[in-house]
């Protein structure tokens, strides 16, 4: 019973709060014996704190696109984190660490670097800096028709390392692995190369 009376004076309390009054007790005559009020103060320093995350967020903001723009971005920090991906498992349509096809590998180390780019080889092969084969640097993807089957032009992607080899997420049989560039049958498989940062 007593379980019950609590239950009601709690249940009218919350019926009867306002924004001003959250818990109100009232005895069988309606007379408030006991409440709690609040009043809404606005909070200078979380608003502060809000406007300067805002105002930071713009300022990373117009950073990523004049560094996207000037190309200044660190290479080698592209090149490191690729090789750490050496042995890894390929797998159709993957996009994370020992799960990655292609595209999705080249996606996900430009993306670590704040540069995003398309999903798809073919999609990738249409942005940044086309470059002859003869002045590749290092970080510059390379694109391939390994299948004329898919009625696209371009269906794989690698990134140059340097000395003639790229790196590349190559099949499901042999997964991230390094390839010569000029004595391979990528050699003749070779469609465009770009340069998505200097």
Not at 69 to 92: C, M, P, Q, R
Request: with cysteine.
């Amino acid at each position: 019973m007593k379980n019950l009376i609590l239950y009601l004076i709690l249940f009218t309390s919350f019926i009867l709060a306002s924004p001003k009054n959250i818990f109100i007790i009232k005895d069988k005559n309606g007379n408030v014996i006991k409440d709690k009020k609040i009043n809404n103060v606005k909070n200078v320093y979380f608003d502060d704190l809000l406007k300067e995350q805002k105002e930071l967020i713009k300022q990373i903001d117009k950073l990523h696109k004049k560094r996207l723009e000037s190309g200044f971005y660190d290479k080698s920090t592209i090149l490191k984190n690729a090789k750490t991906h050496l042995g890894e498992n390929y797998v159709w349509g993957g996009t994370k660490p020992n799960a990655f096809d292609c595209s999705g590998y080249m996606q996900y180390l430009y993306r670590k670097e704040g540069v995003e780019l398309p999903r798809t080889a073919y999609e990738q092969s249409k942005v940044g800096k086309e470059v002859s084969r003869f002045e590749l640097k290092k970080g510059d993807l390379l694109f391939f028709l390994t299948d004329k089957s898919r009625g696209i032009p371009v269906t794989h992607v690698g990134m140059y390392l340097g000395n003639d080899k790229f790196i590349h997420a190559a099949s499901k049989k042999k997964g991230i692995i390094t390839s010569s560039f000029s004595k391979s049958r990528y050699s003749r498989l070779f469609v465009t190369a770009r340069r998505i940062i200097k």
